[in-house]
């Protein structure tokens, strides 16, 4: 890896901006299955209309252009540039060195493909050699096995285990903190 | 309904004016201790008048997801500091705590505790809630001693999270469920 190093390019994917004009439509589809919504986040699932998501996306580059501790990338298929998922780090306190990650693929039949753990292992590069943070948290349901398994995987080991924390389905989960310390990447990459 | 929900051993919660708050945590956050046990980020001072927008603001949003809290102590009434529920998942039934005693002179006498135990019969009969989150640093063991004293279990660290005077701490977090909290508090209810 060097200078010439494209940071945001993987083999079947690469990390690109939001598309205004054309995200929304395929996003607010995505928003329209509850387990995808439900496997991303704690808040009560909603669809979202394409105007809906428009708006968020403003959001999120208002965020982005002001706060400097949010970093949001959309995922795209190499060639096309298709749009099959986001992925970002937030919650950055650049005096310790750390922040938050997490991603989505939104499609049902663009997951299981690899297009994930690659956008992780972009975004852990970017992380850890260009943002230069000490330390990474990843935020996950026990009821979503996929996320656990691309996260352990990558090097994230779980640390915190919020007992009882996420009810869905008439039981209760538990919330699940994992987290990757750069020295833990290092090694990892090193191997690889 | 004859337990007074704001009232424990040694304090009582209240609520004042925003300007008396304000003046307070203005003053508070001078004391650089009280704020690094407080809060990871670096601290920073803002003058009372800002701090009292700020509440204000707050209170004129009141979405139902923050409940504040001044404690005061039950001999003098003094304003000793403030406990905050805040984040409140309703659909998961799940909340964070937060509590700060900006005067020193209260530390380590119980009174913390007692705010806590305060709180979390709150949180549990009133708001009816199934859980209390808190986060806590590596570096603050007499907190981390009162919330174990309150009933709270340790639940994981956040491995090195902080950096301060050149070293790296753990972020503790605990949490407290309603029937832990049922069973330990049974007999004084």
Redesign the interface.
């Given at each position: 890896m060097d200078i010439a190093t494209q940071l945001f390019e993987g083999q079947l994917i690469c990390l690109g901006p939001i598309d205004h004009e054309k995200d929304a439509e395929i996003e607010s589809k995505w928003t329209h299955d509850p387990d995808y919504l439900r496997m991303l986040s704690?808040?009560?699932a909603r669809p979202l209309s394409p105007a809906m998501v428009k708006k968020k996306y403003e959001a999120v580059e208002k965020e982005m252009d002001e706060s400097h501790n949010t970093f949001y990338f959309t995922i795209r298929m190499r060639g096309d540039d298709r749009l099959v998922g986001f992925i970002k780090i937030y919650w950055v306190?650049w005096?310790?060195?750390?922040g938050f990650v997490e991603l989505g693929i939104g499609d049902p039949n663009d997951r299981g493909h690899g297009y994930g753990s690659e956008a992780l292992r972009l975004i852990l590069r970017y992380s850890f050699a260009e943002l230069n943070l000490?330390?990474l948290?990843a935020m996950v349901p026990e009821y979503n096995p996929a996320a656990l398994h691309l996260f352990t995987k990558a090097g994230f080991v779980?640390?915190?285990?919020?007992?009882?924390?996420?009810?869905?389905d008439g039981r209760?989960w538990d919330a699940i903190?994992l987290?990757l310390?750069r020295e833990e990447w290092e090694e990892k990459v090193k191997g690889e | 309904m004859n337990v007074n929900l704001f009232q424990g051993e040694q304090v009582r919660l209240g609520m004042l004016n925003p300007e008396i708050l304000a003046k307070a945590f203005s003053r508070w956050d001078r004391d650089s201790e009280y704020v690094r046990l407080l809060d990871g980020g670096a601290g920073r001072m803002f003058s009372a008048k800002i701090i009292q927008s700020w509440i204000e603001k707050d209170l004129e949003k009141d979405l139902g997801l923050d409940f504040f809290f001044g404690i005061h102590a039950q001999e003098n009434d003094h304003l000793l500091g403030f406990i905050s529920l805040f984040g409140v998942d309703w659909n998961h039934g799940n909340t964070w705590v937060g509590i700060g005693l900006g005067e020193r002179e209260y530390w380590g006498k119980g009174y913390g505790t007692d705010a806590m135990k305060v709180i979390l019969r709150y949180a549990f009969t009133e708001l009816n809630l199934h859980r209390v989150t808190l986060g806590v640093f590596e570096y603050n063991p007499r907190a981390i001693r009162s919330y174990e004293k309150a009933g709270f279990v340790h639940e994981g660290r956040v491995r090195q999270e902080l950096l301060k005077d050149g070293q790296r701490w753990d972020v503790l977090e605990m949490g407290i469920l309603r029937e832990e909290w049922e069973k330990r508090y049974a007999s004084l209810n």
């Open positions: 704690p808040k009560p306190e005096t310790h060195g750390n000490f330390r948290s779980e640390e915190v285990r919020r007992r009882q924390a996420l009810q869905r209760y903190h987290g310390l | -």
